[in-house]
Nanobody, 112 residues
Framework: QVQLVESGGGLVQSGGSLRLSCVAS????????MMWYRQAPGKEREWVAS????????SYPDSVKGRFTISRDNAKNTVYLQMNSLKLEDTAVYYC?????WGQGTQVTVSS
């Protein structure tokens, strides 16, 4: 079955960096665009990054543009989210999405 498994979350100080990974299985990963979303406590889930099938096209909302970078390795069925210059407001559960499927999420907590 289609499965997305995120990892790489954790506790980091403000200004620090983390790299999230999402390993996909059960579908032809290389022909699907992939996305990252996040959901903070008490807030709606919001989109944070998208990447096209070959990685050449990426997009971000203004809230993370210039700080977050999405990438993919089709040979490893994996999509990444490099997060730099993290802020307190980046604290959230981060979810991978592809082929109409959500991963289970990974918690990112930014402390002051």
């Amino acid at each position: 079955q289609v499965q997305l498994v995120e990892s790489g979350g954790g506790l980091v100080q403000s200004g620090g960096s983390l790299r999230l990974s999402c390993v996909a299985s059960g579908f032809p990963f290389s022909i699907y665009g992939m996305m990252w979303y996040r959901q903070a406590p008490g807030k709606e889930r919001e989109w944070v990054a998208s990447i096209g099938i070959n990685g050449a096209i990426t997009s971000y909302p203004d809230s993370v543009k210039g700080r977050f970078t999405i990438s993919r390795d089709n040979a490893k069925n994996t999509v990444y989210l490099q997060m730099n210059s993290l802020k307190l407001e980046d604290t959230a559960v981060y979810y991978c999405r592809g082929k109409d499927t959500w991963g289970q999420g990974t918690q990112v907590t930014v402390s002051s």
